[in-house]
């Protein structure tokens, strides 16, 4: 199922900047990185996709390796409301299209 | 512009009852998927509908669990004569475009099974 490797859980201090790593070795040309978030067994929600450009959005930034083999979330200034479990998933045409979750990262902000 | 509506939110059911969870999608999307979340672990790939269209149930078990998204109306889950191991919550998602697409799924707040 999930073509992807996320450290089971991370720390990061609040006001300062969450990098959440994410391994996707065996990764296609035509596969997407996309990441979500699922705060307290609330519905996953939708963070930010690319395929090999950086991308940055309003709620953070994806770091994609020239080799694309892995990639960074970054959450620039978190906050508490960012304490969540954090999923990388990689979608495309070898997986059916489908987003398989793994069991993702869970990540603590502490005050 | 209302999100992906589940309901019930919580349902508890008897060993051997049957379970119905509905899923309206955002307006405008024709495409849902179901996932089941089990306690402590990660999002489970159940199935991918379209309109009138089972399009990759490859996650769904081969017994008592079935989909369907009807022309007019939500889709449903139904899990006839549960077992306490169906035990979870269970997501809908859906999405403007299908497995061809790019587009990111959209979630609802799930509803919540009790099996007694």
């Known amino acids: 199922d999930a073509k992807t490797t996320q450290p089971p859980s991370m720390d990061c201090a609040e006001g300062r900047a969450a990098n959440l790593p994410c391994n996707h070795s065996?990764?296609?040309?035509?596969?997407?990185v996309y990441w979500y978030r699922q705060i307290h067994s609330q519905g996953p929600q939708y963070i930010i996709h690319?395929?090999?450009n950086n991308e940055t959005n309003e709620m953070a930034s994806l770091i994609i390796t020239e080799d694309r083999k892995s990639s960074t979330l970054i959450l620039p200034h978190a906050t508490l409301r960012d304490t969540a479990v954090y999923y990388c998933?990689?979608?495309?045409?070898?997986?059916?299209?489908?987003?398989?979750f793994g069991t993702g990262t869970s990540l603590t902000v502490i005050p | 512009n209302a999100g992906v509506m589940q309901n019930p939110r919580h349902l508890v059911r008897r060993r051997g009852q049957e379970a119905r969870l509905r899923c309206s999608p955002m307006?405008?999307?024709?495409?849902v998927y179901w996932y089941r979340q089990l306690p402590e672990e990660g999002l489970k790939f159940m199935v991918y509908?379209?309109?009138?269209?089972?399009?990759?149930e490859s996650g769904m078990p081969k017994e008592r669990f079935s989909a369907e998204f009807p022309k007019e109306g939500p889709s449903i889950l139904r899990i006839q004569q549960v077992v306490r191991g169906d035990s979870a919550a269970y997501f809908c998602?859906?999405?403007?475009?299908?497995?061809?697409?790019?587009?990111?799924?959209?979630f609802g707040e799930g509803s919540r099974l009790t099996v007694l």
């Open positions: 998602a859906s999405s403007p475009t299908g497995q061809g697409g790019v587009g990111e799924l959209f």
């Open positions: 065996t990764i296609s040309g035509n596969e997407y």
């Open positions: 690319g395929l090999k």
């Open positions: 998933i990689v979608r495309g045409s070898n997986t059916g299209n489908q987003f398989y």
């Open positions: 307006k405008g999307h024709s495409h």
């Open positions: 509908l379209q309109k009138e269209n089972i399009i990759d």
